[in-house]
Structures are given as C-alpha cells and as structure tokens.
C-alpha cells in the first residue's frame, strides 16, 4: 500500500483571517468533540480544544484546533475509517513528525490532529494554551504579531504558522521556565 506522506492533496493557497475572539469557539469545538467521542468511543484516550480558538480574549482564524490522542496514531486503521465516516476527511500524514495526523472538515473549519499518548507536541500545545490563558502579555504578543503577518500574502497556512515561529518558542520556554517544567 502507498500512502501519501505529507499535505495531502497539495499546496493550497487560503487568505489568512485573523478575527478578534469569537465567544462561540468552545461550543463549535464541544459540538465536534461529542462527534469525534461519538465515532472513536473506547479508541479515544483524550481530547483537547487546543490553538488560538481555545484560549478566551485571543484573536485567531476561525479554524477549530482539536488534539485526538489515540494508542497509536500509525495505525490509522483503528481510527481513521471511523473518523471518516463521521465527516472529517485525512489532510496531512506526518510518520516522521510524531506519527502526527491532522483531519478537517470539507468546511475547512476545523482541524483535527491526532497523536500518540507520549507526543511531544501535545504537551507542548497545552502548554502553549494554558499559558495563554492565563499571562495577559503574553497573549497580547502573540495576538499582535498575528494581526501583523495574517495580511501578507502566504503560499499557505504552513508558511503563516512557520513565520509565527518564533514567538510561538518564546512563549513555549517562557511557560516552561515559569512552571518548572523541562526545556
């Protein structure tokens, strides 16, 4: 079998939106929650509303970000078909970056990452989120430099995201240094 590695479907060229907090974001991302637990039932090992959307008072693109933890996100077997059928569809398959797997709506509205319960990266999105939330400074820095990239022209929202970089692994060491936590 040949699977795709990557962005699957290609490059897409999308206009970035960055809009002031929408106080209807946690419900839109309950509202796929209860269908991701609905399809997964015991293959779900938790499920968290993750990126701008889920942090109160911080602009973002209106796209819901949903971390999946699965037992093993290579196999996409035991859960894939499952999220298929319940309307998400495989945009990126990273075997090489935390055996990551991100699925969206046909809407592009919400994306759903899915990983391995020792993922890095999934504690590093809490981390991320929980900081925000709480350091009122930090959240202003990450909203200003988001309202300053999003009008330019990007081949796609990966070079968005890689451009916010930066700031995004300040922010990441500064809410580890502060919590104790290993860098």
């Given at each position: ?26 419900e ?36 819901i ?14 859960y ?65 430099t ?33 919590m104790?936590?290993?860098?």
């Amino acid at each position: 079998m040949n699977l795709t590695i990557g962005l699957i479907g290609g490059v897409e060229k999308r206009e970035i939106k960055v809009l002031d907090y929408d106080p209807r974001w946690p419900e839109k991302y309950e509202q796929h929650a209860q269908r991701i637990k609905a399809a997964l039932k015991e293959r779900l090992l938790r499920i968290e509303h993750v990126g701008s959307t889920s942090v109160p008072g911080l602009a973002a693109k209106p796209i819901i970000d949903i971390d999946v933890i699965v037992v093993d996100s290579s196999d996409e077997a035991t859960y894939l078909p499952a999220l298929e059928k319940a309307g998400y569809v495989l945009r990126v398959r990273e075997p090489d970056w935390h055996e990551h797997r991100m699925m969206r709506t046909p809407e592009l509205d919400v994306h759903v990452h899915i990983f391995s319960p020792d993922s890095p990266e999934f504690k590093r999105h809490l981390v991320f989120r929980d900081w925000l939330r709480r350091n009122e400074e930090d959240r202003r820095l990450y909203d200003t430099t988001k309202r300053q990239l999003a009008p330019r022209q990007w081949e796609d929202m990966n070079a968005y995201a890689r451009a916010k970089t930066e700031v995004v692994e300040r922010i990441i060491a500064t809410a580890l240094r502060e919590m104790g936590a290993p860098q």
